[in-house]
């Protein structure tokens, strides 16, 4: 069964920084494209970032400059590290593995970031 798990939300003040991270089990996922999306009330689900099998990254222009994604293949995990946070990237954040030639393509559960004061 294929699992993707995220962790590190959490309440944080503008201008701070988190790490998310999302740990993979059940498949492969080095072949995958890995992604973090986001989802603020009230709107629809958003790419945040991308990186291919072969570590290349994507970025929305929202968070360029300001957010870094990562992968440690050796042990199925993602990252996302988020700095200067803005009240707006508030949301709940999604880890998501696909594969196009398969068609394959799974979600974790999510993850909250607050980003109040």
């Known amino acids: 069964q294929v699992q993707l798990v995220e962790s590190g939300g959490g309440l944080v003040q503008p201008g701070g920084s988190l790490r998310l991270s999302c740990a993979g089990s059940?498949?492969?996922?080095?072949?995958?494209?890995m992604g973090w999306y986001r989802q603020a009330p009230g709107k629809q689900r958003e790419l945040v970032a991308s990186i291919t099998s072969s570590g290349s990254p994507n970025y929305a222009i929202s968070v360029k400059g300001r957010f870094t994604i990562s992968r440690d293949n050796a042990i199925n995990t993602l990252y996302l590290q988020m700095n200067s946070l803005k009240p707006e990237d508030t949301a709940v954040y999604y880890c998501n593995a696909a594969h196009r030639v398969y068609g394959l393509n799974y979600w974790g559960k999510g993850t909250l970031v607050t980003v109040s004061s």
């Open positions: 059940g498949t492969i996922f080095s072949i995958y494209t």
